[in-house]
C-alpha cells in the first residue's frame, strides 16, 4: 500500500527544506562576508533576513504541526 501525501503538505515541508537549507548553510556566510567587507548596512540587511526566515520556519513548522492534529498528514 502506497500512502500519498497532500499537495499541500509536501509543498510545507519542501519549503521547511528551501528555507532552514538556506538559513543553516547560507545566510550566515553572507553575513560575514558582508562584516569583512565592512558593510554594515548589508550586515544589517542580511540579519533581518535571517530574522523573517526564522519565523517562515515556525510559522510553517506550526501549519504541519496542525495537519498531523487534524490527520492530515498521511
Known sequence: MVNKILNSTYNILAALGTEANFLHT????YINDAKNENN???VEV???IK???EKHLQ???ECLEAEVKEGELR
Open 26 to 29: 547560507t545566510v550566515d556566510t
Open 40 to 42: 554594515s548596512e548589508l
Open 46 to 48: 542580511w540579519n533581518t
Open 51 to 53: 530574522q523573517d526566515i
Open 59 to 61: 510559522m510553517l513548522k
